[in-house]
């Protein structure tokens, strides 16, 4: 148990939509992460929000956003979704040496 | 560029065999943390270890041992006594060190392992 809970579990959008996939840290964990993970390989970094605030993004393109909240919740916001967008996304928070994995949300995209 | 290449995609051993997943890396940073997970079929990533660069040290957590080799920029995995609970797909990642924060966390392919009884 990590404390890290996402939800939806499953999703299922059509092309073009916009989908909004959402992460619960634990308690004090000011930095949090998400990946993009596509069937067969390993995640890719999307974004990371330290403090609400971006502070560093992988190779995504603008349509691909975030918030961090106060609360220590974060979104990830995905418009003008493509067929190459269906993937495992997951979002990790962070504890001094340590990073907790939420189980993920698996999106399709038709 | 970082990297992360793990040749292994897949790898059977039976139970109780010793396995070994390989992970080599590039990077130009001379700072940076290397890292461990494993993804069973339940798809939760579960973080193993972390590195820094400066610490070559070898670890041991019971049946986990990391071998961490500067010269030849690889951080090896060993499972010994290997059980079928180990079976999952295991993830060798880099990362630059900024401070407290992890920035652009690159994860390798993936070796999957799977533990006959």
């Known amino acids: 148990e990590t404390g890290v809970t996402q939800s939806p579990t499953h999703l299922i959008k059509t092309r073009g939509q916009q989908v909004t996939l959402r992460c619960s840290s634990q308690s004090g964990h000011n930095t949090v992460s998400w990946y993009q993970q596509a069937l067969g390989q390993g995640p890719q970094f999307i974004f990371q929000y330290y403090r609400e605030e971006e502070n560093g993004r992988g190779n995504f393109p603008p349509r691909f956003s975030g918030l961090q909240f106060p609360n220590y919740s974060s979104e990830l916001n995905v418009n003008a979704l493509e067929l190459d967008d269906s993937a495992l996304y997951l979002c990790?928070?962070?504890?001094?040496?340590?990073?907790?994995f939420g189980p993920g949300t698996r999106l399709t995209v038709l | 560029a970082q990297k992360v290449t793990q040749a292994q995609t897949e790898i059977s051993v039976v139970e109780k065999e010793d396995v070994t997943l390989d992970c080599v890396y590039e990077?130009?940073?001379?700072?940076?943390?290397l890292f461990w997970y494993k993804q069973p079929p339940s798809g939760e990533l579960v973080f193993l270890i972390r590195r820094n660069s400066f610490d070559e040290q070898n670890e041991i957590s019971g049946r986990y041992s990391w071998n961490f080799q500067k010269s030849t920029s690889s951080f090896n995995f060993t499972i010994t006594a290997s059980q079928v609970v180990d079976s999952a797909v295991y993830f060798c990642a880099l990362s630059e060190a900024r401070g407290t924060s992890y920035d652009k966390v690159i994860f390798g392919p993936g070796t999957s392992l799977s533990v006959i009884p």
């Open positions: 990790a928070s962070y504890r001094a040496n340590e990073q907790f």
């Open positions: 990077t130009r940073d001379t700072t940076y943390y």
